[in-house]
């Protein structure tokens, strides 16, 4: 057992030092061919995300203006639990936790359902937001993930400063496109009224 966590731990430590090779090698920048080697995580219009180890991963941006936005936000948030741990930052890149479980919508999708102690979540992670400085309260399904704890963690924070929104717009249309809106505002009226009766008419649902 302790030999395959010290297997595991040196395994872990060459991952990052190859890591930090690369990014020595590049005068602090890296490309998507240098992580070849690297399990990619996701690819969008901002950039991809590799994992480095089971505890890390690395944002590779396109755009640096995009990276400074997610850098100032990830800095803001770092005593605040449902943001990920920040570990570093380079020229076109960010190092920062890997969440090991899995977003909203592939929650929704898999378990059929929408239950209160999930919404109840989602309406403290939306304070907490509020909490932290961000004037964006709003968020995409896809970037709400759940920790091997079932807590909240949020991704792709980007936009967490560039507009003042104080209804989550995004999310509520997400979950509309899933079929899980009003079984949200189902619950939502009942945790929270007041932001029920904000939020009620913000999407037109139609009735099923």
């Known amino acids: 057992m302790l030999a395959d966590l010290k297997i595991y731990q040196n395994r872990r430590r060459v991952e990052m030092k190859d890591f930090e ?11 998507i061919q240098d992580l070849s080697g690297y399990k990619m995580l996701g690819k969008g219009a901002d950039g991809s995300v590799f994992q480095l180890t089971p505890e890390k991963c690395v944002k590779v941006f396109v755009n640096e203006d995009t990276r400074k ?21 380079g020229a076109n ?30 309406l403290s992670m939306l304070d907490e937001m509020k909490d932290v400085g961000f004037t964006r309260l709003d968020i ?18 980007k936009r967490a400063f ?10 509520l249309t997400g979950l ?3 079929g899980f809106l009003k079984e949200f505002l189902d619950h939502v009226s009942r945790l929270s009224p007041a932001k029920y009766e904000e939020w009620k008419n913000l999407v037109n649902e139609k009735e099923n």
């Open 69 to 89: 936005k997610e850098l100032a936000a990830l800095q803001l948030g770092q005593s605040s639990p449902i943001i990920p741990v920040l570990y570093e930052s």
């Open 21 to 31: 090779k690369i990014v020595a090698k590049n005068k602090g920048t890296v490309t």
């Open 140 to 157: 995409e399904v896809r970037h709400i993930f759940f920790d091997e704890l079932g807590e909240i963690k949020v991704i792709d924070l």
């Open 93 to 122: 890149y960010i190092v920062m936790e890997f969440v090991k479980g899995y977003n909203l919508k592939h929650h929704l999708r898999k378990e059929k359902k929408l239950s209160e102690e999930i919404v109840g979540k989602i």
């Open 162 to 171: 560039i507009t003042d929104r104080s209804v989550p717009a995004k999310l």
């Open 176 to 178: 509309k496109k899933l």
